[in-house]
């Protein structure tokens, strides 16, 4: 028996958050000592294949090419990967939005429960997932034949992206279902780093009284620090910037190597999405503001004085 792992890509290259989720397999093929498989459904998707060839710890990499995977709809994704389930033991993907639409289809057409946003392995069989918010943790075992498992990326460490020689092969495309057809993507285009995958996130919250303030405050010290941008539910809300700027429980979960919140009281949805956080640096007004109770460092202060100073002195 081996472990499969879901690549998420874009046909032209390997999506960072599929090296936490073999990082996850390779924690749990530790104790097996089985394999670790890759499989990228995708059309035109060489360079992707040739990408999860080199990933560190991967042994084989299963790559379906064709016109109706271009999108990677969930139902085709599925079905593709149930007819090829067998022989696996665990079959994992990063618990993003592709991960959980197609994940939750699989398990089911495989008649088990799923496991989901795993951030720890105990067993092969035995697993820990953040429940309330992240506010406890949950262990839970499964006796299913087959564990499918959608992964935390902020949970495990990614696996090396270089020093991997796995061959690569060739599988059948299934049949187009024709069941979802995708009708058009909106991408917000930016030179900043992407918001899943950054080290430094300047993220702002209500407290920033109006979008103008937003970017006139914080693209500034974006710009010096190489940050990306984030956002609470109650500035995505109240029109500051788009839905994928936002950072929490229905946002990006996100672990950089420092956080820093500006104008955020801290509500429990956005905890659950930054409190993993390496540094987490708190900028309010309020001293009561449940920000500061997570935060490494807090500064009780009018943001609009204390941004322009703290982007002055960088």
Known sequence: MA?????EHDNAGLKAATLNAVGAAAKI???LGTEIHILIAGSNCAAVAQAAAQVAGVAKVRVADAVHYADQTAENVAALIVANASGYSHILAASTSNGKNTLPRVAALLDVAQISDIVDVVAPDTFVRPIYA???LATVQSADAVKVIT?????????AGQGGSAAVESIAA???LAVAQLVSRELTKSARPELGAAKIIVSGGRGLGSGENYHALLEPLADKLGAALGASRAAVDAGFVPNDYQVGQTGKIVAPQLYIAIGISGAIQHLAGMKESKVIVAINKDPDAPIFQVADYGLVADLFAAVPELTAAV
Do not use: E
Request: aromatic content about 4%.
């Open 3 to 7: 472990i499969l792992v879901i690549a």
């Open 29 to 31: 093929g530790a104790q």
């Open 134 to 136: 992240g506010n406890a």
């Open 151 to 159: 992964v935390r990326t902020t949970g495990f460490d990614a696996a």
């Open 174 to 176: 299934g049949p187009d």
